[in-house]
């Protein structure tokens, strides 16, 4: 009796034994055809300017498992589950090389990216983490963008430490001036478009709920954004009206 016939002791019917063999041919064509696949994008990236292990790795690798696998269908009521079957697979594939800056860690780190759709018959690749939509481009200018990706990352980091560098500057004068009050920094928005986009500020926060934000420049400078008044947002008409003309006493 054959492995195909039986598997842990169980014999396996005629039809049973056809699907196991069906479902092993199929697995060995498709391993083939991404086999196919995986050396043809490899040499169009090399051919348009992609240096293997500087822009892509490629750990494509056909292989043998043994492993139970699910065969059949439940409505048709010949769903089985079918043991140690060997077949052909593969694992690993071509990915792409970027960097981004981590600023948690204030560092730039390497990055992988295995999100993206290759057209072989018009040698264009849709990937929206380096391109920035879902179009899809030449490899030439998926390779320019990429590239650029990589060295946005350092411009990031650079900038994120004159920032910083900035922000203790403007922190540090202000607390010198002004020693009693609670200055920090902290994540604000600004609306453009109908969009919000995050920006860093400083705050100069009071016990009774005031505060003031501030807008710091690349040399440390600061002025000031918005300025809110908690005893004057919750003042009476008559309090309110003669706060605003002693104002012009």
């Known amino acids: 009796m054959s492995q195909l016939e039986l598997f842990e002791g169980i014999v396996l019917s005629q039809e049973q034994q056809e699907m196991v063999a069906e479902f092993k041919q199929k697995q060995a064509k498709v391993t083939k055809d991404r086999t196919l696949s995986n050396e043809r994008l490899e040499g169009a990236l090399i051919e348009a300017g992609f240096l293997k292990d500087?822009?892509?790795?490629?750990?494509?690798?056909?292989t043998i498992v043994t492993n139970d696998v699910q065969l059949g269908y439940s409505f048709k009521g010949n769903q089985f589950e079918a043991k140690d079957v060997t077949y052909n697979t593969n694992k690993g594939g071509v990915c792409f090389l970027s960097k981004r800056y981590n600023k948690e860690e204030d560092k730039v780190v390497d990055t992988k990216i295995n999100y993206y759709s290759f057209d072989g018959n018009k040698s264009k690749i849709e990937c929206e983490s380096v391109v920035g939509s879902y179009r899809a481009v030449k490899l030439t200018t998926?390779?320019?963008?990429?590239?650029?990706?990589?060295?946005?990352?350092?411009?990031?980091?650079?900038?994120?430490r004159i920032r910083k560098s900035a922000f203790e500057i403007a922190k540090a004068?202000?607390?010198?001036?002004?020693?009693?009050v609670n200055i920090f920094e902290f994540t604000d928005f600004d609306r453009y478009s109908n969009r919000y986009f995050e920006t860093k500020r400083l705050k100069a926060q009071f016990e009774n709920g005031s505060f003031i934000t501030f807008n710091v420049s690349v040399n440390?400078?600061?002025?000031?954004?918005?300025?809110?008044?908690?005893?004057?947002?919750?003042?009476?008409?008559?309090?309110?009206?003669?706060?605003?003309?002693?104002?012009n006493k």
């Not at 440390?220 to 104002?247: H, S």
């Open 173 to 180: 004068n202000l607390q010198a001036e002004y020693p009693n």
């Open 142 to 160: 998926f390779l320019t963008k990429l590239k650029e990706q990589r060295e946005d990352a350092e411009i990031q980091k650079e900038s994120a």
């Open 220 to 247: 440390g400078d600061y002025r000031i954004n918005k300025k809110y008044d908690a005893v004057m947002a919750t003042a009476d008409v008559e309090t309110a009206m003669n706060a605003f003309i002693n104002q």
């Open 54 to 62: 500087v822009d892509f790795s490629n750990t494509f690798e056909p």
